[in-house]
């Protein structure tokens, strides 16, 4: 089975500072994690995802995240906050081809000018 | 493509009223998923389906809640009869065969239960 925890339901950072969202996940097979974001009254949109190719992730808007097997997790990392970053976020795993896509309870980011 | 299309984007109904939510995914996607999202439960994975079988409705509330995958390019959600605490966002993905395949969600449909 697999589960991920999002550590934080929210965050608020300023313009121009670090942004740090934690995910921890559990899982019994090699996971495949993936990050999600959700802008007001739309879908989830994929930022990024890990599927044992590279430990460390780019994705799209210049997030990166880190996989880190012995701590089990997946940490979504940007240098530097924008006002448009402002949304909420969703971390996810799957463990095997097929299989389900598990979601945290999501982290909502709010950016100060 | 278009995306997974989902509709209504919006259903207001009466408590004890059928409702039912539609859902189209990617062309060649192989799995189809239907999601929950509430402020108090977050999203919540309803049901999955696997070239149109399901796999996995352990997610669903209860038995007034059934979802149908007759083909691989639709998919229904019903709920009947409704009730006010079925009012959620209800989104659909689909997610193409391979290994490490993201899911791509539709815009969701608001469902309100008065």
């Known amino acids: 089975a697999q589960s991920v925890t999002q550590l934080g339901s929210h965050v608020s950072v300023s313009e121009g500072a670090l942004v740090l969202l934690r995910c921890n996940y559990s899982s019994s097979v090699p996971p495949y994690l993936f990050w999600y974001v959700q802008y007001p009254n739309q879908g989830l949109q994929l930022l990024l995802k890990?599927?044992?190719?590279?430990?460390l992730v780019k994705g799209i808007n210049g997030f990166e995240a880190e996989f880190k097997k012995s701590e089990t997790s997946f940490h979504l990392t940007k240098p530097s906050a924008h006002m448009s970053d402002a949304a909420e976020y969703f971390c996810a795993v799957t463990g095997n081809q097929g299989g389900k896509l598990i979601f945290g309870q999501g982290t909502e980011l709010s950016v100060k000018p | 493509d278009a995306g997974v299309i989902q509709s209504p984007r919006h259903e207001v109904t009466e408590m004890g009223q059928e409702v039912t939510l539609r859902c189209k995914p990617i062309?060649?996607?192989?799995?189809l998923f239907w999601y929950r999202q509430t402020m108090m439960r977050g999203l919540e994975l309803l049901i999955y389906f696997n070239n149109n079988v399901p796999i996995d409705d352990s997610g669903m509330p209860e038995d007034r809640f059934s979802a149908k995958m007759p083909n691989a390019s639709f998919s229904t959600l019903k709920i009947q009869p409704s009730e006010p605490r079925d009012s959620a966002v209800y989104f659909c993905?689909?997610?193409?065969?391979?290994?490490?395949?993201?899911?791509?969600f539709g815009q969701g449909t608001r469902l309100t239960v008065v």
């Open positions: 062309s060649g996607h192989n799995s």
């Open positions: 890990y599927t044992s190719a590279a430990t």
């Open positions: 993905a689909s997610r193409p065969q391979g290994v490490g395949t993201e899911a791509f």
